[in-house]
């Protein structure tokens, strides 16, 4: 078993993860808001709280996470609540292998791939894409320089370079705001891209930042991001 899944599963295993949360993303909310619901897929989505959001809200939801004990409370939490929410445990870097299935609108992953060894990360590249609608949207949540203990773990963080070198040819990058430094955790960056249309992409295949909002004003979307985040949302 990799050292980041024993983590994580030794984690939820010992009681309520630090990152945990029953709310979902303030961040999410926002970009929920007046969209009309469809399919959404949330990579690595812990107990499940933003995923209970959506279906909450209408849209076909599921969620996927490597941690049994992680997938096993979301599943109780969405009978509870009478909630028709799916969950699948399985790895992100293998959702076909997991029976998760493709053409999604919306795609979300806070906290999940800024973790992701540098050996998963095609893999993992390749599974979303799949998994995106052309035109879909994928929002990625995560910290830009992680400390030395989550490298450790294999977590290599989150950068536009690596998105850009890594996902460009699949995915335009239509956004981002950064939050910040937070203690250890680094700055914590939230990324917004949609998925290419068979055909369409730039001369050098290559995503740019089409309305990237990291000047002024972008404080706000921030400092949500920052409260929903905090140093606590990672592994530490
Ligand atoms: C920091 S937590 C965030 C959980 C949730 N998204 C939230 O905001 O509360 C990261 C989650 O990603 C999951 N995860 C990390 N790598 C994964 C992988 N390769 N496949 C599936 N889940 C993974 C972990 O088990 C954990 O639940």
Redesign the pocket.
């Known amino acids: 078993m990799?050292v980041?899944?024993l983590f994580?599963?030794l984690?939820?295993r010992s009681g309520t993860?630090r990152?945990?949360?029953t709310q979902p993303?303030p961040e999410l909310t926002e970009l929920a808001k007046g969209r009309a619901p469809g399919r959404a897929l949330?990579?690595?989505?812990?107990?499940g709280?933003?995923v209970l959001y959506l279906a909450g809200l209408g849209w076909d939801a599921t969620g996927?996470?490597?941690?049994p004990r992680?997938i096993a409370t979301a599943r109780s939490r969405a009978a509870a609540s009478g909630s028709p929410a799916s969950f699948t445990v399985?790895?992100?870097?293998?959702l076909r292998q997991a029976g998760v299935g493709g053409q999604f609108d919306l795609v979300?992953?806070?906290?999940?791939?800024h973790?992701?060894p540098a050996s998963?990360r095609d893999a993992?590249r390749d599974e979303v894409a799949a998994a995106t609608r052309p035109g879909g949207d994928l929002y990625l949540?995560g910290v830009t320089n992680p400390p030395a203990t989550w490298r450790l773990l294999g977590a290599r963080g989150l950068s536009a370079r690596d998105l850009r070198r890594r996902f460009g040819p699949d995915f335009e990058l239509a956004d981002q705001q950064t939050a910040g430094q937070i203690g250890r955790a680094g700055t914590i960056v939230f990324y917004h891209l949609v998925r290419r249309r068979p055909g369409v992409a730039d001369a050098a295949g290559d995503i740019t930042a089409a309305s990237a909002s990291t000047g002024p004003g972008s404080e706000r979307p921030a400092q949500r991001l920052r409260a929903?985040?905090g140093t606590s949302?990672?592994?530490s």
């Open positions: 990799r980041d899944s994580y599963r984690a939820y993860p990152w945990d949360s993303r949330d990579l690595g989505c812990g107990t709280s933003d996927v996470d490597f941690a992680a399985g790895d992100v870097t293998r979300i992953d806070i906290g999940c791939y973790a992701i998963r993992y949540a929903s985040c949302a990672m592994p």
